[in-house]
Protein backbone atom coordinates (compact mmCIF):
# COMPACT_ATOMS: atom_id res chain seq x y z
CA UNK A 1 0.00 0.00 0.00
CA UNK A 2 0.96 3.52 -0.57
CA UNK A 3 -0.47 6.38 1.30
CA UNK A 4 -0.66 9.85 -0.45
CA UNK A 5 -0.91 13.22 1.58
CA UNK A 6 -1.95 16.74 -0.03
CA UNK A 7 -1.32 20.14 1.10
CA UNK A 8 -1.84 23.25 -0.29
CA UNK A 9 -4.77 24.18 -2.01
CA UNK A 10 -7.30 27.06 -1.08
CA UNK A 11 -8.29 29.85 -2.22
CA UNK A 12 -6.15 32.43 -4.78
CA UNK A 13 -7.24 35.28 -6.68
CA UNK A 14 -7.04 35.34 -10.65
CA UNK A 15 -3.24 35.57 -11.72
CA UNK A 16 -2.04 34.34 -8.45
CA UNK A 17 0.31 31.42 -7.08
CA UNK A 18 -0.15 28.70 -5.44
CA UNK A 19 1.98 25.21 -4.42
CA UNK A 20 0.68 21.89 -3.92
CA UNK A 21 2.90 19.27 -2.13
CA UNK A 22 2.51 15.53 -1.89
CA UNK A 23 4.20 13.13 0.36
CA UNK A 24 3.89 9.46 -0.54
CA UNK A 25 4.91 6.55 1.89
CA UNK A 26 4.36 2.95 2.75
CA UNK A 27 6.02 0.06 0.19
CA UNK A 28 7.33 2.52 -2.44
CA UNK A 29 9.10 0.99 -5.61
CA UNK A 30 12.09 2.69 -6.66
CA UNK A 31 11.15 3.37 -9.67
CA UNK A 32 7.84 5.13 -10.13
CA UNK A 33 5.51 7.99 -11.66
CA UNK A 34 3.91 10.34 -9.21
CA UNK A 35 2.34 13.44 -10.04
CA UNK A 36 -1.25 15.27 -10.17
CA UNK A 37 -4.54 15.28 -12.12
CA UNK A 38 -7.33 17.19 -11.44
CA UNK A 39 -11.28 17.27 -11.41
CA UNK A 40 -13.61 20.45 -11.93
CA UNK A 41 -17.19 20.06 -11.28
CA UNK A 42 -19.01 18.35 -13.62
CA UNK A 43 -15.98 17.47 -15.89
CA UNK A 44 -13.63 14.08 -15.65
CA UNK A 45 -10.46 13.86 -13.99
CA UNK A 46 -7.53 14.98 -16.21
CA UNK A 47 -3.93 15.17 -16.12
CA UNK A 48 -1.90 18.26 -14.57
CA UNK A 49 1.55 16.94 -14.66
CA UNK A 50 3.77 13.74 -14.00
CA UNK A 51 7.45 12.89 -13.40
CA UNK A 52 8.96 9.53 -12.92
CA UNK A 53 11.96 9.10 -10.65
CA UNK A 54 14.45 9.57 -13.57
CA UNK A 55 13.02 12.98 -14.24
CA UNK A 56 10.51 12.66 -17.30
CA UNK A 57 8.09 14.80 -17.06
CA UNK A 58 4.47 14.64 -18.89
CA UNK A 59 2.83 17.96 -18.83
CA UNK A 60 -0.07 19.14 -21.56
CA UNK A 61 0.13 21.83 -23.57
CA UNK A 62 -2.66 24.08 -21.02
CA UNK A 63 -0.43 24.29 -18.10
CA UNK A 64 3.20 23.78 -19.43
CA UNK A 65 3.85 27.44 -19.59
CA UNK A 66 2.10 28.24 -16.08
CA UNK A 67 2.71 25.16 -13.87
CA UNK A 68 6.11 23.00 -12.73
CA UNK A 69 6.16 20.09 -11.54
CA UNK A 70 9.28 18.97 -9.13
CA UNK A 71 9.90 15.89 -7.04
CA UNK A 72 12.22 14.84 -4.21
CA UNK A 73 12.93 11.05 -4.97
CA UNK A 74 14.68 10.84 -1.51
CA UNK A 75 12.21 12.25 0.37
CA UNK A 76 9.11 10.89 -2.35
CA UNK A 77 7.33 13.98 -2.40
CA UNK A 78 6.09 16.11 -5.61
CA UNK A 79 5.21 19.37 -5.86
CA UNK A 80 3.01 21.62 -8.06
CA UNK A 81 3.85 25.18 -8.38
CA UNK A 82 1.10 26.71 -10.07
CA UNK A 83 1.40 30.50 -11.90
CA UNK A 84 -0.92 32.68 -13.29
CA UNK A 85 -4.07 31.06 -12.58
CA UNK A 86 -6.90 31.31 -14.14
CA UNK A 87 -10.67 30.68 -12.98
CA UNK A 88 -10.64 27.66 -15.09
CA UNK A 89 -8.41 26.05 -12.55
CA UNK A 90 -10.52 25.95 -10.00
CA UNK A 91 -10.63 21.89 -8.99
CA UNK A 92 -9.54 19.58 -6.99
CA UNK A 93 -6.54 18.26 -7.40
CA UNK A 94 -5.42 14.73 -6.79
CA UNK A 95 -2.12 13.64 -6.40
CA UNK A 96 -1.26 10.14 -8.19
CA UNK A 97 1.35 7.72 -7.66
CA UNK A 98 1.93 4.14 -10.40
CA UNK A 99 4.63 2.07 -10.33
CA UNK A 100 4.10 -1.65 -12.12
CA UNK A 101 0.57 -2.12 -12.91
CA UNK A 102 -0.20 -0.20 -9.17
CA UNK A 103 -2.22 3.24 -8.46
CA UNK A 104 -2.71 5.52 -5.49
CA UNK A 105 -4.68 8.53 -5.13
CA UNK A 106 -4.62 11.14 -2.61
CA UNK A 107 -7.58 12.35 -0.74
CA UNK A 108 -7.48 15.71 -3.44
CA UNK A 109 -6.76 19.39 -2.40
CA UNK A 110 -9.32 22.17 -3.20
CA UNK A 111 -7.87 24.94 -5.42
CA UNK A 112 -10.47 27.50 -5.81
CA UNK A 113 -8.95 30.45 -7.87
CA UNK A 114 -11.80 33.52 -7.79
CA UNK A 115 -11.66 37.16 -7.05
Known amino acids: QVQLVESGGGLVQPGGSLRLSCAAS????????MGWYRQAPGKQRELVATMTTSGIMNVPDSVKDRFTISRDNAKNTVDLQMNSLKAEDTAVYYC?????????WGEGTLVTVSS
Open 26 to 33: GSILSTNT
Open 96 to 104: NYRSYGREY
